[in-house]
């Protein structure tokens, strides 16, 4: 191997070791650690944030970078220009940004998750209100570092954006955005005409350790390997990689809501079956991780709907689910439970939406955030405008700010902007992905039914976790289907499923 790619590969595994460190301090911060820790873990996380930003800019890393860019394309390996590639995308990125910055922004971050956590308990946006205006001020500071000469962006939002999904901009996104729109509000019209079905079993008790273990023993039988992972309960599930062995899931559980646990669950395996398929030579590497919030979101978004809302996967799962909790689901037909599961009716809670009206809910905060960012909206005027949007897109509107403005950890454990556009990406391309797999595979859905989901999870890891983040976004998309990302097929899925 070359010395200068040699010593810049041990440089970027330093800075990704110290992510990781980042990561189990807000695993931690988001499962088990007491409530008073707040301001110590914030500056610990922003002790370390600043150190692994420090090690990314400093100029010897940049001199290596000028140094391997002389390196001729047929010398090196296709994972080593990949990792190039990635590695002069971070240094440039983060090079616009000061340390002091991002210290100061982890920092706030902390405080402003357990201003959140209390603002919910006391159903009281008043609570965190202070606290997301500093954020909004951060973020807008965050997309002036990248307002320069020679990528001066068209909305405050692009380079969030840009930063979660490369390739993506706001404007077309808003296209894009607006095409699926066109083909959801008709449906959901049609859908929420119709009589609905019976939903009364989902809100009866299910004991809260009951479901815990059910969910761990669903888990394992999905596939997650427990012996590189586990899972605990918090307030918004998450999913986070600590190393090629330790990829952890959280759920959140209600004793009158057992959707809740079984779709957080699912999803969060999602994400860590991604994590967990990654080709073994890039871990410890800056490519070890998935390539995008949205391509990440698509596997989560594929194995909670595509999958565990099937009928396939509940001829398997639902006598185990009802004779664990036979008091509740004695008289639930495999059918009925099926049809409730799967009922289209505009509601409230972005995670506990259906497949139909789900991205009405991310296009309602995209809006949002963009406003924020803007300054077309005040933070003091969000409840508000989050209400109006609710009543306006959904025809429903909350009686709270728990179930309006503060259900979404989002803009209070992170930036504003470029946040919720990954959800309807991974939908969209969940869609494609699902027809490529049964399109090489037909078989895959009577393997569901056996409970056998091997041919699926060989699929999805030769088509997209191997590569880590070794592809960018559209070249995966276009690799694996022959297209560019696209809501059509996604439309087509609910049409044959719903109608």
Known sequence: MYPALQSLKARFAEIDDLRRAVSVLHWDMSTHMPQDGTASRGRMIATVEKAAHEKLIEPALGGLLEETAALPDAMLSVDDRAFLRLARRQFVRASKIPSGFKA????????TYEAWVHARKLNDFNVVAPFLEKTVAYSRALSDFFNTGETAWTHPMDPHIEDADPGMTTTGLKTLFADLRRDLVPLVRELSSRSRPRTDFLSRTYPKSRQLEF???????????FNRGRQDLTHHPFMTKLGAGDVRITTRISETNVCDGIFSTIHECGHAFYELGLSPSLDGTILGHGTSAGIHESQSRLWENQVGRSREFWTYFYPHL???????????????????????EPSLIRTEADEVTYNLHIMIRFDIESQLLDGSLQVKDLPAAWNERYEADLGVC???DAQG?????????????????GYTIGNLF????????????PEIPEAIMQGNFSTLHSWLKENIYQYGSSLFPQELIRRMTGHDLSSKPFVAYLKRKYL
């Open 405 to 421: 403005c503060l259900q979404d950890v989002h803009w209070y454990y992170g930036s504003v902007g470029g946040m919720f556009q």
């Open 398 to 400: 909350p009686s709270s």
């Open 430 to 441: 969940s869609a494609q992905c699902f027809d490529a797999a049964l399109e090489a595979h």
């Open 104 to 111: 100061e922004f982890f920092q706030h971050m902390a405080e």
């Open 215 to 225: 969910l761990n023993w669903l888990a394992r039988n999905i596939g997650y390997d």
């Open 322 to 344: 009802q004779t664990r909790f036979s008091e509740a689901l004695g008289d639930v037909s495999l059918e009925e439970f099926y049809c409730g599961i799967n009922r289209v």
